[in-house]
């Protein structure tokens, strides 16, 4: 492998940044237009993305927890097809499990707060 030493500048003007080497004592310069245009590029862009996942809301959020659902429930219907019930069947009892489970739970929880209050 080869080393190639990094151009040095002619001249090293420090009015000018883009005459300054990296590795002087001169590279410390202010902030150039075309960087605080890319930064402002960037924070458009952050802004726009936190703009369109505030709109998009009533979407994402039931896909995403359509998606945590799929996957916490990945294992019980893994294990009902391994005792040789059809997914289908499989799938009708874990739904339905998750659905009688729901209202239970929230039910014992009110109690629970009515008993300790």
Partial sequence: MRFIAPVEAKSKDRS?????TAGSDLAAT?????????????????LALLALAYLGRAVVVPVLLASLLAIALNAPMRWLRSV????????????????????????????GRREAG
């Fill in 30 to 46: 202010p902030r150039t237009p075309a960087r605080w245009n890319t930064a402002a590029h960037v924070l458009f862009v952050v």
């Fill in 84 to 111: 040789h019930i059809p997914t289908p069947i499989a799938a009708a009892v874990v739904v339905g499990l998750l659905i009688a489970g729901v209202p239970s739970a929230s039910v014992r929880a009110r109690l």
């Fill in 16 to 20: 000018n940044p883009e005459t300054v």
